[in-house]
T-cell receptor, first 110, second 116 residues
């Protein structure tokens, strides 16, 4: 079993839709959770960073962590074609390396 | 130049060739990483250097040989690779190493490697 599971997609939505991207994880020691966005032919860039359970909002993006169910979510409101990319979730425990999901490919249609 | 840069961006090599990938970070960070990204697989951590010292080798075959001459530069020397080594090789850096609480990694654009 992978430590971080993520549906690879692709996920295709119309412009303006609310997008929900999700990951599950198995390691209960994970405390730090991240979402990276990776455009085609580019490296991943950090989008959101969350510690422990709860929500974090940044503009149109909201990251949510539910440690009781080991569930990580990223919501994108009013999605734009420029949001089309692969979204990688990642998690780590204190003192350990980052563990990534496989990434979900998102396409936002104009 | 800003952030993390990698050269070359694309590389095609035969199984008997020797080549090197280069990474440079302009962020003043102390830790640098090599990752392998293959289709439909999670990012695989290969090596970690912290203050120029290798702190992690994630069971990587010896045909991959890292070198970190200083905390701004990282190389990955390649020799006698196999076709299954074809992937995107990403370099990353962070202020401190993986053991640091809340450590954030910044990635370069990657080198797309094809082994024939």
């Amino acid at each position: 079993q992978k430590e971080v599971e993520q549906d690879p997609g692709p996920l295709s939505v119309p412009e303006g839709a609310i997008v929900s991207l999700n990951c599950t994880y198995s390691n209960s020691a994970f405390q730090y959770f991240m979402w990276y966005r990776q455009y085609s032919r580019k490296g991943p860039e950090l989008l959101m960073y969350t510690y422990s359970s709860g929500n974090k909002e940044d503009g149109r993006f909201t990251a949510q962590v539910d440690k009781s169910s080991k569930y990580i979510s990223l919501f994108i409101r009013d999605s734009q074609p420029s949001d089309s990319a692969t979204y990688l979730c990642a998690a780590k425990s204190s003192g350990d390396k980052l563990t990534f999901g496989t990434g979900t490919r998102l396409a936002v249609r104009p | 130049e800003t952030g993390v840069t990698q050269t070359p961006r694309h590389l095609v090599m035969g199984m008997t060739n020797k080549k090197s990938l280069k990474c440079e970070q302009h962020l003043g960070h102390n830790a640098m990483y090599w990752y392998k990204q293959s289709a439909k697989k999670p990012l695989e951590l290969m090596f970690v250097y912290n203050f120029k010292e290798q702190t992690e080798n994630n069971s990587v075959p010896s045909r991959f040989s890292p070198e970190c001459p200083n905390s701004s530069h990282l190389f990955l020397h390649l020799h006698t690779l196999q076709p299954e080594d074809s992937a995107l090789y990403l370099c990353a850096s962070s202020q401190d190493g993986p053991s640091s609480v809340g450590e954030t990694q910044y990635f370069g654009p990657g080198t797309r490697l094809l082994v024939l």
